[in-house]
């Protein structure tokens, strides 16, 4: 309820010091972040600026390949990632961002070459079932999850864009062969297939599995209706790939004819009020300083302390990562 407030008073006062533009304008926005929790910012934007937004909504697989489809003719001038191999993989058609932008965001979410920019952070984690996991029994590693002790138990979601994120940045700290292996090692395990993460952990408090691999954000939205929700998340042990951190973020696109609009959307979505809003309602991490945190989380410190050193900006081969997971037939 608390955090509900917060957010409230966010939208009530913090917008009001957004930059405004006089004229009414438009801007077409490509999101692989749901409407549900980004609905509202957008209207916000459009009554704080006059700009007037048309959001098309998919996943950002999907928003991604429609970009390179269209190429030079494509109405779009934002890409609004879920993760950051998408951002990775299409920062070559993005414009650079005005100076400094990427300097108000914290070094760990930065982009250096300041090609796109990061809205909010999230980590990879485990969830898992506490009615039948005892904690000291959970694995210290990812790789621990094709053991026999933990067969037909595990979760996954091979189509969801922060999984495959995940396994880019496993293809690069351990490489292509290592990844494969694991990749087969949880399939012959009896992994179970689930549609993303939110089924994932309707699952284990259901009894199908007993585990899964889901971003941080997800579980607080069964505990805000249910204390007792019987899940809990974890992270693996300190520098394990299972723990990366990842970013949501946004770039414009290079063709667009609306970049200085484009531009003060993201300056909006930077702003603290617009923070506030996502930290406290989507469960995510703030990218910038001064930002109640959502208490219910992790400190980013912590987080910092066990995530893997891996650079955002190096887990673009999302193509090398389809075609992994086709090989493997999880696609």
Partial sequence: MKNAYLAGVAFALGFASV?????????TIYSGRGEALIGPLVAQFEAE???????????????AALLMEEGENTPADLFWAQDA???????????DLAA??????????RDPSNKWVATSGRTRVLVYSTDRVEEGALPAAITD?????????????PTNGSFQAFVTA???????????????GMIANETKVYRNNGTQIEGIANGEVDFGLVNNYYLGRYTAADAEYPVDQ?????????????????????????????????DFLLSPAAQQYITLSGNEYPVREGIIPQATLEPLATVQEISPAVNVNDIGDLEGTLSLLRDVGLL
């Avoid at 600026?49 to 928003?63: F, K, L, N």
């Avoid at 496993?170 to 087969?184: I, M, N, S, V």
């Avoid at 299972?242 to 063709?255: F, K, R, S």
């Fill in 170 to 184: 496993f293809r690069l700290t351990h490489g292509d062969d290592a990844a494969k292996a694991w990749l087969e």
């Fill in 19 to 27: 930059a405004t533009m006089a004229s009414a304008q438009s801007l």
């Fill in 49 to 63: 600026t006059g700009i007037d937004a048309e959001v098309r909504y998919g996943s950002t697989a999907e928003m």
């Fill in 85 to 95: 191999g998408a951002l990775g993989a299409l920062a070559p058609h993005f414009s």
């Fill in 100 to 109: 400094g932008v990427n300097e108000t965001v914290l070094p760990v979410f």
């Fill in 234 to 266: 974890t992270h693996f042990g300190a520098g394990d790939i299972g723990n990366l951190v990842l970013v949501a973020g946004a770039g414009v696109i290079d063709v667009s004819d609306n970049k200085d609009n484009a531009q003060a959307f993201i």
């Fill in 145 to 157: 999850l094709t053991d026999e002790a933990y067969r037909g138990r595990v979760a996954w979601a």
